[in-house]
């Protein structure tokens, strides 16, 4: 089975199908012809246009299949030259004896490179390179004493070949090393180590949750880069004769980042092509004499912006527009075998503590996930529950406490050692292997972390590890092709192929984050059983999800926190009965502070309506036509779980996300087609979820901010927020994301009331805070209401959004379940089950008896 690649990195030309390695072996045939026959000039040229390639293919290790950039491997090109130069001239080794350890001295340098390079990422990478191909330079003027300093190593003699010498015989070599590093990348590239080196390029942290080591992994890709780097620089010494530091300046790596770039990275030919248009097309345009250059850069730019994805790239798309490919044969069926049978270890947490800074998100959690059993792990937003499971993962060590899986002790251990101890998870965002196959994500998973021989991939073809992938796919529920890549996989079918990678690695311990999230109820209820089945074949389930019909219908055993201490445990029915549990969910003292009829009169004129709105982020909508209207000066709440779709309706109100159907209107001028800034202009502004302040701008900037689309009078709205808003005055000039998170939620609302909303829409504004600053900043909703504000608010604490609403509407799945007054809605039973899951609800006639409104 050959490896799929993303179409970011499209499926390789050349050492694929027969033909295609005729073709590649032709072009190398040829340019040992022509190294045999023209002159010495065009030699010259031959053979760095080959070291060029051999560059590209190490460079193509560390960007088209790790996606690390290095602009530094001039630096390796230069160990080996001078390695050689060294050797040959004042050793008095033979050039064959000094050309391997050139190219081992510089696999060795990469690898201790890697080590603390590889520890940041993006452009902190690529300036951790620069510096080193500085520092190789310079450290070769430095010491004079062996390297010459600025005069270089002179007079070095190039190898013999018998039929060829000098120039021509090192062109030969380069062209040969060339072949054999095309067939080795594509070994590489399809084998074990290319799917993991992939994979982690994909999703560092799903693949750290199936055994793989990052670290590791990057750093061999970066030794195997610099020894090809080295191994070409050996070549180019006796290729001019002499060495020298300015040979090996910052602009050459710039040219080997452009070969890989230009033919295309992740593309087994790509190097070759694009070090043929860099080496090559000089020499061409040479008739141009000083316009050479600027034509070269021109001519580039086109072919970058005309095939981003590189030459090899853009014929792949042509190729594709041309002569589509068939679809896919039917495959056989797999039967859905149970998972292995064996004892499994139940998974214990003792007293966990997990601290960021002051802010305590987890304290003295214990809880235990029996083997054979679903722990549901619940609460509200902010709760812990996520920061519980990447404790339990590894990837946060805890600030105290223990865990263990069995008897074999796991705190402190990396996530890596967790995953391979028997513990696997899923995400909240599923992370599959985007450029990997289906059927690859899920055999890759098999060896927990080991990837085999480097350019072996015996295990990723063996027929077993085949058969029990496709039987695990089918035991989930996947009925797509096993071939289709990872990245082009519907949203449902995303969530069973991660947790089929899961299972994949034979675990004790299932962890999973909201894995329900954006699934339809149908999908739901097969995740659900699919779930039951997990646990029943004898492994610890622990799940985290916000759906509390799918928790309650499914779970042994449910534990709720709320922050991040832990509230109550038992079953579903007793948990749901807990009063604790209510008032953590609801909010305490609901029917106390709710009026009993609402403040604006149910005749006032709307100020915003939605209608039979449709909204969601993939095939399966998230909103499913929603009805809303917002009269003129009313505060109106919309209450319900995580994943009903509050937030993805706040979004598309302000503009954030284009609904599928549907429309909105304020004071009946259609918004559902306008852009963000233009829904702002029109006066509907939104304080959007987790503050979102500028944090390297002060407090007066973020402020003044807000007035952008209206700078009139901007200094007296600034003193009017400040007067609202005290806290802020004190904190004036201090850089926003240095405010504690009631003083950002503050700042975030200010901002918001400077450009002088018609509607302020507020996504969930007391999270995370404490109860002193949400009372505090109901507060000032509460005055902003008084004061003829007409208020949407999206609020996890239902009695405080109740108290300061006239109205609410109850979500569910995306539907509006239920709407009324903010005293009808505290007295329906629709709202706890939206919250809790209960199916327990206010009967029909009660309900019309309390005038409440309910929706189908």
Known sequence: MSLAVSRTTPRPLGLGTPSQIAAVLALLAVGAVLALTVNGYWVFVLANVALLAIVGIGLNVLLGLSGQVSFGHVGFYAIGAYTVAILTTQAGWSFWAAWPVAALLGGCAGALLALPALRVKGPYLAMVTIAFGFIVEHGIVEAGALTGGQNGIM????????????????????????????????????????????????????????????????????AVSAVLAAAAGALFAPLSGFVTPHTFGFLQSILFVLVVMLGGAGSVAGPLVGAVVVGLLPE?????????????GALLLVVLWAAPDGVVGGLQRLRVRLWPAAPPAAEPGAAALGLHARARAGLAARGITMQFGGVRAVGDLSLRAEAGQVTSLIGPNGAGKSTALNVLGGFYQPTAGGFSLGARELAGQSAVRIARAGVAR???????????????????????????PLLGASRRRAPGHLRRARELLAFCG??????????????????LVEVARALATDPDALLLDEPAAGLSREDKERLGALLRRIADAGLAVLLVEHDMALVMDISDQVVVLDA????????????????????????????????????????SEEA????????????????????????????????????????TLMKAIAGLHRPVRGGIHLDGAALHELGAEQVVARGVVLVPEGRQVFPELSVLDNIRLGAFLRPEDREARVEEQLERFPRLRERLHQRAGLLSGGEQQMLAIARALMSRPRVLLLDEPSLGLAPKVIAELFAALDRLRREGMTLLLVDQMAGLALALADRAYVMEGGRIVAQGTAA?????????????????????????EAGLERVA
């Open 478 to 495: 996947y009925t797509g092709s096993s071939h289709t890549l990872a990245a082009d996989l519907p949203h449902v079918d995303r969530r």
């Open 608 to 647: 915003l309506g939605v209608g039979a709105l449709v909204a969601g982020y993939g095939a399966e909508p998230v909103l499913h036509g929603i009805d809303l209207r917002v009269r003129r000066g009313e505060a109106v709440a919309l209450l319900g779980a995580n994943g009903a779709g509050k937030s």
């Open 564 to 603: 991040g201490e832990r509230l109550a445990a038992g079953t579903a029915a007793e948990v749901q009965a807990d009063p604790a549990v209510q008032a953590a969910y609801l909010g305490e003292g609901l029917d106390a502070g709710v009026a009993a009829q609402a403040r604006v009169p149910l005749d």
């Open 426 to 452: 899923t995400y909240q965002t599923s992370q599959l292997f985007g450029s990997l196959s289906v059927l690859d994500n899920v055999v890759l998973a098999m060896g927990r972390g080991r990837l085999g």
């Open 284 to 296: 061409l345009l040479s008739g141009l004499e000083e316009y050479r250059l600027l034509f070269f």
């Open 155 to 222: 007079g070095l003699a190039a190898p013999s070949l018998g039929f060829a010498q000098g120039e021509r015989a090192v062109a030969l070599l380069a062209i040969a090393t060339v072949g054999v590093a095309l067939a080795g990348y594509a070994w590489l590239s399809r084998g074990t180590w290319g799917a993991g080196l992939r994979a982690v390029r994909d999703a560092e942290t799903a693949a750290e949750s199936i055994g793989l080591n990052p670290l590791f992994i990057k750093t061999v890709a970066f």
């Open 824 to 848: 009808e809605i505290a007295a329906d039973g629709a709202l706890a089950a939206a919250y809790l899951g209960e199916r327990a609800v206010v009967p029909t006639a009660a309900m019309a």
